[in-house]
């Protein structure tokens, strides 16, 4: 995925007979800065291992909220919560997310809470913060960003 993009993306790592895969083969978007809807409802939820989307750079750069969108939102954690009840593994589950750098990180679904009660200094500071994926890395067998 490339930088600097304007509205949210997202798309699920879904298994499918050994393999992560891109559900529906790609990206979605509802065209919204501010969120994307991930289709947790038409998708088999025990076989989501990720749910992926990117946080757009908020004004300037250098805003401190851009910090904070390094990490999942209190709505992404919901959406994960949501993708669990369903069915999913929550020890398996992870969330990506794809900064307003463009660098993406993989958060672990069992860590949620830690995440969900840390202060926004704390994230400003960076605290926590999971490492970047390389951008050429392999998300699952058959999946780049
Ligand atoms: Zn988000």
Known sequence: ???DLENEYGTLLVQDNGNT???KN???TNNDPYGVAHPITSVNAPSVV???HNHPRQGSIYADI???YRYPSVDDWAAAD????LGADPNVLTM???DPWGDARVFEYSDRNFYLNQGVSSRENGDSLPPKVPEDADLGECVKL
Not at 82 to 85: E, F, H, Q
């Open 50 to 52: 990720s749910v992926v």
């Open 66 to 68: 851009n910090l904070e």
């Open 26 to 28: 790609g990206f979605y």
């Open 82 to 85: 949501a993708t669990v009840a």
């Open 96 to 98: 990506t997310v794809i």
């Open 1 to 3: 995925m490339g930088e």
């Open 21 to 23: 895969i891109f559900y």
